[in-house]
Nanobody, 117 residues
Framework: QVQLMQSGGGLVQPGGSLRLSCAAS????????MTWYRQAPGKQRELVGG???????HYEDSVKGRFTISRDNAKNTVYLQMNSLKPEDTAVYYC???????????WGQGSQVTVSS
């Protein structure tokens, strides 16, 4: 069983920065791919990006160059650093770890990010 506990988020002005954290309980964190999603009001949940166990990252075009995903395996924690935030980044952000082959799918509780002046 894995639990993902998120922290961070809040209200920030356009152009500002925020960092979200996602701490995982349970074993095997270093082997798990971790992903970040977001869901804006009235829209479907969408992928933001992710990081593999060895640290390889990928990002959606909408956040590339502005968001950075990193992980600290010693702390079982993955981070989403968000810079140059725009109003359209306003959403609830979720971390996730899942594996089809190992049949698991765990989500964090969500963190509200609001970008507004």
């Amino acid at each position: 069983q894995v639990q993902l506990m998120q922290s961070g988020g809040g209200l920030v002005q356009p152009g500002g920065s925020l960092r979200l954290s996602c701490a995982a309980s349970g074993r095997g964190f270093t082997l798990r791919a971790m992903t970040w999603y977001r869901q804006a009001p009235g829209k479907q949940r969408e992928l933001v990006g992710g990081i593999l166990g060895e640290g390889i990252t990928h990002y959606e075009d909408s956040v590339k160059g502005r968001f950075t995903i990193s992980r600290d395996n010693a702390k079982n924690t993955v981070y989403l650093q968000m810079n140059s935030l725009k109003p359209e980044d306003t959403a609830v952000y979720y971390c996730r770890t899942s594996s089809l082959s190992e049949n698991y799918d765990y989500w964090g509780q969500g963190s509200q990010v609001t970008v507004s002046s």
